[in-house]
């Protein structure tokens, strides 16, 4: 009964465990600071850029906002679908060479049966 608990325990923690590593999976989130948005986005003029009114700074607060609220969730997503592609594509078990280990039934060659 022990022994039952003790294993119960440890499968617990394991999965306890791997859910907390995939939850702290870092994403290459990429940072807009206020004077790239305020001349390459807004398409503000440097003059009022430098000035960093409230206004324009507010702006700059909601639009980076809304960003990245949907940039960790598409990120996400592109992950998730490499992964699936690696798996089926390059790690699918049909499609791998039989290993050079495993006996050969006799009376077969490499090149067929004799």
Known sequence: MRKIVLAT????LLLGLSSASAQTMRYP????????????????AWQRCDKRNP???????AYRHTIERYEIPYLKQQDSTLRFDENILRNDPV???????????PGV???GEK
Do not use: N, Y
């Open 95 to 105: 499609d791998k060479r039989p290993d050079s280990t495993v006996q050969k039934p």
């Open 109 to 111: 060659t490499d090149g």
């Open 55 to 61: 206004d324009d700074l507010a702006k700059f607060e």
């Open 29 to 44: 989130v990429k940072s807009v600071d206020f004077d790239i948005w305020c001349t390459e986005i807004a398409h503000i």
């Open 9 to 12: 325990a440890a499968i617990g």
